[in-house]
């Protein structure tokens, strides 16, 4: 990928009908460059409407993105959720690449009050058997949490890219505000991130794949998502950062006024380009 864009997680609000085709098309329209298939409530697309949506991104140059369900949980106690949790990850992946996603994110495990090690543990095996079974040309993007009690820091992810080929990483960096409880907020903060990225995964700094939106939190992290500005993330910093490292890739807007924020996101990068 040789720039960076921005869009939306999901549909965007303003489309006329709320299908992933026409989200697509109000995508091209507003100017924007990419979008987020919503699949967090389960996988429920047809064969028909998928290569319709492929039609279209191809058509008018729209990438797309996958987020899988919320219902996963690679370290449940319990074997059948795990197993489910696989197949949920591995169908969300299929039915993107058939409506031209090249990846797919998703909030790997929970704590249960194990060690961050012990969960690590018991989640490198159920990606292996994501990553055995999904189709060429997806990419599986972990992504960070924002819950004090989700297994999904920055440097758990990456510590299973070191050991697991082909994984890679989705940075909500939301999630990091909110995990911190409002301390990682400052430019040297996201730069940080963006540097550790450079050096652990070659290449990934053309090809990012990002969440930004406000967010509330409490003493046990994300609450909930809010409009850019009325939250205390430091935004303009951010996208400072990704100008200044000249990042190429995704950016998901994640806010309640998706597409207003997303517009608002694109505008101040081009305007500090």
Not at 179 to 197: M, W
Not at 206 to 219: M, T, W
Not at 224 to 232: A, D, Q, R, V, Y
Request: with cysteine.
């Amino acid at each position: 990928m040789d720039k960076l864009l921005f869009g939306t997680a999901g549909v965007p609000e303003s489309s006329k009908k709320k299908t992933t085709p026409s989200g697509v098309e109000k995508i091209a329209e507003l100017g924007l460059g990419c979008m987020e298939l919503e699949f967090v409530h389960g996988v429920r697309m047809n064969d028909e409407t998928a290569g319709l949506v492929n039609s279209i991104q191809q058509e008018l140059g729209v990438a797309l993105s996958v987020h899988a369900p919320y219902y996963i949980n690679l370290n449940s106690l319990e074997e059948e959720k795990r197993k489910s949790s696989v197949e949920r990850v591995v169908n969300s992946a299929i039915v993107g690449k058939k409506c031209g996603a090249d990846r797919v994110t998703f909030h790997p495990a929970f704590y249960h009050e194990m060690s961050s090690e012990e969960c690590l543990k018991n989640v490198k095996p159920e990606l292996e058997k994501i990553l055995s079974q999904i189709p060429q040309g997806i990419r599986i993007d972990l992504e960070t949490t924002g819950k004090l009690s989700a297994f999904g820091t920055v440097e758990e992810i990456l510590a299973l890219c070191n050991e697991l080929p082909g994984l890679s990483i989705c940075v909500d960096f939301s999630h990091l505000y909110a995990r911190s409880l409002g301390e990682f907020n400052h430019y040297k903060n996201f730069a940080t991130v963006i540097e550790k990225l450079g050096k652990q995964l070659p290449g990934y700094l053309k090809d990012v794949h990002f969440h930004v939106s406000g967010i509330n939190f409490g003493k046990k992290g994300e609450l909930n998502h809010l409009p850019l500005e009325e939250s205390g993330l430091n935004w303009k910093d951010l996208v400072k950062v990704f100008s200044d490292y000249q990042l190429a890739g995704l950016i998901i807007c994640e806010s309640p006024i998706l597409e207003k924020d997303a517009l608002l996101l694109q505008n101040y990068y081009r305007s500090i380009c």
